[in-house]
């Protein structure tokens, strides 16, 4: 099962399962106080309406006015009215000038994976192994990130070391993950702190702001060597670096050390992780398989790299209000009744 912090930010404050149009706001919405002449002249309508049926009535000979008069469409004859208040009401709205948040690819965006190397990645508790799934989910993640985005690749076991720096060229970071080896201990502190140097060496040297970053780290388990986790933690939240993390095996993991027989069990450490990425502003998540790894970064890949900004789309307002008044129009010619 995936397990995901609820952890969010929204340009706009409304719920994040909006339409296609994303979280939609009006920046004149003023202008939406129009809709009540709209409303006026639905009552004036009906008040037409009831009025012409009373008059109808006095008639004395109503045999003599269903011969000389055809027989109307009935109440289908009101379709082309609402018809073209609605496309009034679609004019308004457009007259208002909606927008909506969209995800706009962030061309100078950097994202670092930091991946676990320890030999606690040996078990297979995850077929064929832990670091097998890793290499293979990583693969998958370097493919769906928008090729505009810089990546990186940190390894990490005993020591952190900068495999990749942050670069556009995907298969450099692809062969650098296919020729990840284990080794003892484990370092998540200084993995960290290797993942913020990456993204602080790119900063330009005329002072430009540095783009927008992230670190996308996965473990199975917990520090053991180097600096520890909350000093981790405080450098990314003063560099306002989120990091996600995701807590890849199962509590049933063993690993069987050259030279002794005896199984050593691994579990995962997913509190340890959960803490980071709460203190950081990332997100967190658990995955006891590859294709529960695969899908953790098919969404971590899906929301990094990208800005939300707010986008007109009037023009879906008009064109939905000229098809409403069209309709209208061609209703009225088809429906319309003349007395001979």
């Given at each position: ?12 404050d ?54 000389v008069?055809?027989?109307g ?180 993991g ?35 398989s ?9 969404d ?19 064109g ?6 069209l ?14």
């Open positions: 099962m995936i397990a995901q912090s609820t952890d969010s930010t929204n340009l706009i409304t719920d994040e399962s909006s339409g296609f149009l994303g979280d939609l706001v009006f920046q004149h919405p003023g202008r939406l106080w129009l809709a009540l002449a709209v409303l006026g002249a639905v009552i004036v309508y009906v008040l037409v309406q009831l009025r012409q049926r009373q008059y109808a009535v006095r008639f004395t000979n109503v045999d003599l006015i269903d011969k008069a055809p027989e469409p009935g109440w289908y004859r009101h379709i082309p009215t609402a018809l073209f208040m609605a496309g009034m009401i679609g004019g308004i709205l457009a007259f208002a000038e909606p927008a909506a948040t969209q995800e706009i690819p962030s061309e100078r965006a950097t994202v670092i994976m930091a991946i676990d190397t320890s030999l606690s990645m040996m078990a297979d508790d995850v077929a064929p192994t832990r670091i097998d799934g890793a290499k293979e989910a990583a693969q998958g993640f370097v493919d769906e990130l928008p090729p505009e985005i810089n990546l990186g690749l940190v390894s990490f076991n005993g020591i952190a070391t900068i495999r990749i720096p942050p670069t556009t060229n995907r298969s450099a970071v692809k062969a650098a993950i296919a020729d990840l080896d284990l080794g003892e201990a484990t370092a998540i502190g200084e993995a960290i702190f290797a993942s913020l140097q990456a993204i602080d060496d790119m900063l330009p040297e005329d002072g430009v702001a540095l783009p927008p970053a992230r670190v996308v780290l996965m473990s199975d388990g917990e520090t053991t060597v180097g600096r520890q986790d909350e000093l981790a933690i405080e450098a990314a939240r003063q560099a306002a670096i989120p990091i996600s993390t995701i807590a890849f095996g199962t509590d049933g063993e690993i069987v050390l050259e030279g002794d027989p005896r199984p050593i069990p691994v579990p995962v450490n997913e509190s340890a992780l959960s803490l980071i990425a709460d203190g950081t502003g990332g997100e967190f998540f658990t995955a006891a590859t294709d529960e790894l695969r899908e953790v970064y098919t971590i890949g899906s929301a990094v790299g990208f800005d939300e900004e707010l986008a007109p789309v009037t023009a879906w307002f008009i939905a209000a000229l098809l409403l008044l309709a209208a129009w061609l209703l009225s010619l088809l429906w319309r009744t003349n007395l001979p």
